[in-house]
């Protein structure tokens, strides 16, 4: 099974897992990236059994659009039930890195709202530290400078994503080798540094099943 192969067919897992559970008002949270475009590619399918969708980038609501799905504004919608998205890394107890694409902040807010975040992965994401991945970090653009010193202390090598502005109309640092022993503890550390809109560690709110591609089939994690 290709690594594509192992995307659509989680893709399709999160289409399963929810679709017994969708009302005509239901209202989707929808995630970023390659995975998550599968998943809105297989949700397309069922678009007739629930009212639209909340997209965490433009490129997210963009591809919802031309599927014929609705995208709501988040400020519009109270209850949502659901939000599916991919990670770039997780661990044993469901925390995540997730940002590789930039999106982290919306990510973030879309995934604080939903009452189940359900994270599609291929089982290249799997780890047991985090830290590998570089952790993207969020930045208001004058507080770039600041923002970088301020993550060297932290003993990570801080590294400007060029020509990369979020659609926040902000900068992302990716933060290298790092080792994260404590999730929650550095994420809340992070995001008190001031000039830092959000960081990309889903610990506090991690996810609350993974659905995980593997060449045998896709697994179940909670
Ligand atoms: C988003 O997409 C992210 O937060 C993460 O950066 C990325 C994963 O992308 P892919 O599914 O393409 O590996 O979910």
Sequence with gaps: ???????QAVAQAAVDHIQGRLEDDSIIGVGTGSTANCFIDALAAIKDRFAGAVASSEATAER????GIEVFDLNSVNVMDFYID????FD?????VKGGGGALTREKIVAAVAREFVCIVDQSKQVDLLGAFPLPVEV??????YVGRQLAALGGQPQYREG???DNGNIIIDLH?????DPKALEAQLNNIVGVVTNGLFARR???IILMGTPEGVKTLR
């Design 1 to 7: 099974m290709t690594q594509d192969e192992m995307k």
């Design 64 to 67: 919802l659009r031309g599927h």
């Design 86 to 89: 991919g990670a770039d890394e």
């Design 92 to 96: 044993p107890y469901l925390n995540l």
């Design 140 to 145: 208001i653009p004058m507080a770039r400078s």
């Design 164 to 166: 990369c502005v979020t």
């Design 177 to 181: 080798d790092l080792e994260i022993l």
């Design 206 to 208: 991690g996810a609350d």
